[in-house]
């Protein structure tokens, strides 16, 4: 019970001394030129989207393409630990409980497909467009 305690308060000695540093590297940050590089990355976005709408030739088709663009690169990190966390589901806490097991198998299920379906919409979505659309 001693050690629980001990290594307790060594964790939320260490959790303080570390939001400390990141107040204090927070403050340095927005002190600097932060909102300037915030400003350069908005522009980014913006030029972004004006190739997609020019790409496209419409501002509807370019700015769907360029949210697909944006839910494919993001979908990636998210299913990762979507599955990670399912497979520990399933075979870690499931080789004692049944129900967790199957939770754990459905959930990965649903996180494979909809990784599989956020990296083909933005292909299926050229194709359609590109192949069939506007010309």
């Known amino acids: 019970m001693k050690k629980a305690i001990v290594f307790a308060l060594v964790l939320i000695v260490c959790f303080c001394i570390f939001c400390a540093n990141a107040v204090y590297g927070a403050e340095e940050i927005l002190n600097s030129d ?3 590089k915030m400003i350069e990355m908005s522009e980014q976005q913006k030029d972004e989207l004006e190739d997609y709408k020019e790409k ?27 599955i990670v966390i399912s497979a ?3 075979y870690v806490i499931g080789i004692r409980k049944l129900d967790v ?25 050229v194709i359609v467009i590109k192949g069939f659309g506007r010309s």
């Not at 097991?101 to 979505?125: C, D, H, N, S, W």
């Open 34 to 36: 932060t909102t300037s």
């Open 101 to 125: 097991k199957y939770r754990g198998f459905y959930t990965m299920i649903a996180f494979i497909t909809l990784f599989v379906i956020a990296q083909v919409l933005p292909l299926v979505f």
């Open 56 to 82: 496209y030739g419409s501002d509807a088709y370019g700015f769907t393409a360029f949210i697909l663009n944006k839910v494919r690169i993001f979908s990636i990190p998210f299913c990762f630990l979507g």
């Open 88 to 90: 520990i589901y399933q």
